[in-house]
Structures are given as structure tokens and as C-alpha cells.
């Protein structure tokens, strides 16, 4: 079972397409979960695994529905794709605004929890997170801070208090408060809030965060609403390949591709909302329904056109997803093939990543007590 399969980058579905074509030859069965897969990985993990279920003969297959939310299930022979109803409540249009500034996003974010508010501040980085959280808490008294960087220890504290406050099942704590945060919100965590203002991120990062807008029904809300703001410059016709910033500085450091973020930020304001309900997708993102939005910033075929300052980020973007995608295949085995890796045998010292990024080291906070070191 994958859970959250959008949030894979291009290393990691690589190995996901070796993982299923494994399950598939191997008899086996699988099931990958995400409300804002692109169709075009939908069908890249459909073809691995008819691959393995069909004794290594490659597919072509491509989606034939755009229904959201839908099922496709995926049997040697049998591809179904079923559409389905939204659960109850979750039918809903959630308004998305422009923020130009940090400023002024921070103005929003004091406004709203002046007003009795639950308000996130999501971040694109810690150091951000970080910043932001030491101007609101001078003035605001309650305000939190959430990331990924805390000690372990520390970090499930606060994630229990987070979710003491703005949980479905609260248990404790004001939700009138400010939680800045970095993406360890986006997913996973059942949250609500009031307001989101959030830093541009890839679109369907932006759905998922937005889905933590207005999420239990029945609370009494002190602001009207729902409304998701998000921080970013102007999607312009004339910007380079460095937009987004100055606005969000470090924010291609984190998602690496200006085309890609531009293209979201297009599609996300021209709609001015963000739409789920049961109903075959429109292909227009000035619908503002989820699968539409998606395939506005994804598509290898309907995706928007992007400004000429930024074909060159475009083609660096998809230059470091074609180079990660070799770099899996080189670490992930043949089926036909067995334990042979690229002509040859596997030394037993052999360490394969299963995912990229930079070398990591774990340390283990101490304190000496009577002359002996406890955790």
C-alpha cells in the first residue's frame, strides 16, 4: 500500500514502477492512494504493473477518464476506471486569493486570529518558518511552530498540541491561535483551520494544503469563508527563469522548477477557487476543479503555455527529472534479470539510496548525570 503517491519525486516513482511490475509478477496486489495524482504517472504505475503481471511485455495504456475522485483498478486484461461520489461534506469551493507580499501576509494572518481565528502560516522552508514565526509572536501571544527540523522528542510534542487544537477530535488546548508551519502539515494530519495563507508551491501541494481549510463541519467559524491566500508575485507574461523570486527567495531551492510553480500560480489564480465535487472534470482550469488544476500545471499535452524567460528553467527542471530517473534505474533490479546489476553480480557492501538528497547524520542529544552519559 502507497499512501500520499503524489508526493514522490521522479527518483522515487521510478522505484515505485519497480516495486509494482515486483508485486505484479510475483502474483501479488497493490493499492496507491493520492487525491491529486497527474495522469500521466497514474498511467506510468498502471503499464509497470500490467508489465509484471503480463511477463515483461510493456504497455502503453492511457487514461480515458478525468472523473474526480475516481478509482482505476488494474487486472491482466481488465483496466476499469469507476468514478465515484464525494464522502458527505466533502463537496465544496474554497476561494483562493493572491498575496503580493510577507508583509501582507502576515497582516492577514493577525487580522484573522484577532478575530477569534485558527490560522496556519505554511512556509516553503524552515528558515522562513522560523522568521515568520519570530514577527507574529511579538505580536500575538498565541502562536506555534512546527517543522521538521525539532528533535525528534520535541517534534511529537508539538504534533500532539497541534492536533489537541486544531484536530478533528480536539482534546485540549485554544484553537484561537497561529500555528506557522513548514509542509509537515500538508499530509497525514487531520487538521482545520479557519484561514490558510500558505507560500506558492506546486499546485497539487496547494490542494492539499487547502484541504485542511474549513475540514470539520459544525464549528462555528469567526471570519467568512473559506478562503485559502497565497503568497506569491504576479504570474506574469514577462518574468525569468529566477520568478518566483524576490517574493519567495528560497523557494526554488525547494520545489526546482520556476515553470512548473508558474504554472500552478496561473492556473490556481486565474480560477480564483479550488473546486472538489463529483462530476466529470471540465478540462478548463478556470473551472477551478481539482483534476483540471492538476493537469494545468502536469500534463505532458494540455498543460499552460509558459512564459519565453522560462523554457530555460523548464528544460533544467526536466533535465534533473530525466537524470533521477536514470540514477533509480541504475539502482533497481530487472526483474527477468534477478540479483544483476547492470551486467553485474551485487558485492555484499553494495548500498543502494532509496531516496536522493544530501548525506544525512543522526545524533543523539545527551547530558552527563553523575559522571555517566543518559539520553
Known amino acids: 500500500m502507497i499512501d500520499e503517491a503524489h508526493a514522490y519525486d521522479a527518483y522515487m516513482s521510478k522505484e515505485i514502477e519497480c516495486v509494482l511490475e515486483f508485486q505484479a509478477a510475483l502474483g501479488g496486489c497493490a493499492i496507491v492512494l493520492s487525491a491529486t495524482l497527474p495522469q500521466a504517472k497514474r498511467a506510468d504505475w498502471v503499464n509497470a ?53 510577507l508583509d501582507e501576509a502576515h497582516s492577514r494572518v493577525l487580522e484573522a486570529a484577532q478575530q477569534g481565528a485558527a490560522v496556519a502560516l505554511i512556509r516553503n522552508t524552515v528558515d522562513e518558518a522560523i522568521s515568520s514565526y519570530g514577527s507574529l509572536a511579538r505580536q500575538f501571544g498565541k502562536v506555534m511552530l512546527f517543522h521538521a527540523r525539532f528533535a525528534m522528542g520535541d517534534r511529537q510534542r508539538i504534533e500532539t498540541d497541534v492536533l489537541n487544537r486544531f484536530g478533528k477530535n480536539r482534546t485540549g488546548g ?19 483551520f479557519d484561514l490558510i495563507v500558505s507560500d506558492l508551491a506546486p499546485v497539487d501541494l496547494l490542494i492539499q494544503r487547502a484541504g485542511r481549510l474549513w475540514r470539520h463541519c459544525g464549528r462555528e467559524r469567526p471570519i467568512e469563508g473559506p478562503r485559502f491566500l497565497v503568497l506569491s508575485p504576479e504570474p506574469s507574461e514577462g518574468v525569468g527563469s529566477s520568478w518566483p523570486s524576490p517574493v519567495l527567495p528560497k523557494t526554488n531551492f525547494v520545489y526546482r522548477d520556476a515553470a512548473l510553480l508558474w504554472r500552478s500560480a496561473k492556473a490556481v ?12 472534470t471540465c478540462a478548463l482550469c478556470e473551472t477551478g476543479e481539482v483534476r483540471a488544476l492538476i493537469e494545468a500545471a502536469y500534463s505532458t499535452t494540455e498543460r499552460l503555455a509558459i512564459p519565453p524567460g522560462l523554457e530555460r528553467a523548464e528544460n533544467e527542471g526536466e533535465g534533473v527529472r530525466s537524470g533521477e530517473r536514470t540514477q533509480a534505474s541504475y539502482n533497481t533490479l530487472e526483474f527477468a534479470n534477478g540479483y544483476d546489476w547492470d551486467g553485474m553480480k551485487w558485492e555484499r557492501d553494495t548500498r543502494v539510496k532509496t531516496r536522493l538528497g544530501e548525506a544525512t547524520t543522526i545524533l543523539r542529544l545527551a547530558c552527563i548525570q553523575a559522571e555517566t552519559v543518559v539520553p
Open 49 to 101: 504493473f500490467l508489465k509484471g503481471a503480463q511477463t515483461g511485455d510493456k504497455f502503453s495504456w492511457k487514461p480515458s477518464q478525468s472523473a474526480y475522485p475516481l478509482v482505476t483498478s488494474v487486472a491482466p486484461g481488465k483496466i476499469e476506471e469507476v468514478p465515484l461520489a464525494l464522502r458527505d461534506g466533502l463537496a465544496r469551493e474554497v476561494a483562493v486569493q493572491r498575496v503580493a507580499s
Open 174 to 192: 485554544e484553537r484561537n491561535a497561529i500555528l506557522v508551519a513548514t509542509q509537515v502539515v500538508e499530509q497525514s494530519l487531520d487538521l482545520d
Open 269 to 280: 489564480f486565474t480560477a480564483g477557487k479550488i473546486v472538489s465535487r463529483t462530476s466529470p
